[in-house]
């Protein structure tokens, strides 16, 4: 069994910060990439930022110069986020690519969420 387990979100005023962690536990062999995606009431799911195993990362437009996303070690992954705006507010979701051992295939797995509101 896999579990991604997210901490740091939280209520701030805009222009304030956060950090968001993302840990992952259980059967694990080996994770490729990490990332975070959000989902904000009545909009889909989007991508806020990946980083994968190798370090190289990519962010969505909305955030770039903004947000940071960093590997902490092979089964953590944090995102700061700086100068944070109303619109960011949103349920944040850790993401990995995993498999279980060296047959399997990689999977996705998905953390529960963790609330970002943003107030103006």
């Known amino acids: 069994q896999v579990q991604l387990v997210e901490s740091g979100g939280g209520l701030v005023q805009a222009g304030g910060s956060l950090r968001l962690s993302c840990a992952a536990s259980?059967?694990?062999?080996?994770?490729?990439?990490m990332g975070w995606y959000r989902q904000a009431p009545g909009n889909q799911r989007e991508l806020v930022a990946v980083?994968?195993?190798?370090?190289?990362t990519n962010y969505a437009d909305s955030v770039k110069g903004r947000f940071t996303i960093s590997r902490d070690n092979t089964k953590m992954v944090s995102l700061q986020m700086n100068s944070l705006k109303p619109d960011d507010t949103a349920v944040y979701y850790c993401?990995?690519?995993?498999?279980?051992?060296?047959?399997?295939?990689?999977?996705?797995?998905w953390g529960q969420g963790t609330q970002v509101t943003v107030s103006s």
């Open positions: 993401s990995a690519k995993i498999r279980q051992s060296r047959i399997d295939l990689y999977r996705d797995y």
């Open positions: 259980g059967s694990i062999f080996s994770i490729s990439a």
């Open positions: 980083i994968t195993s190798g370090g190289s």
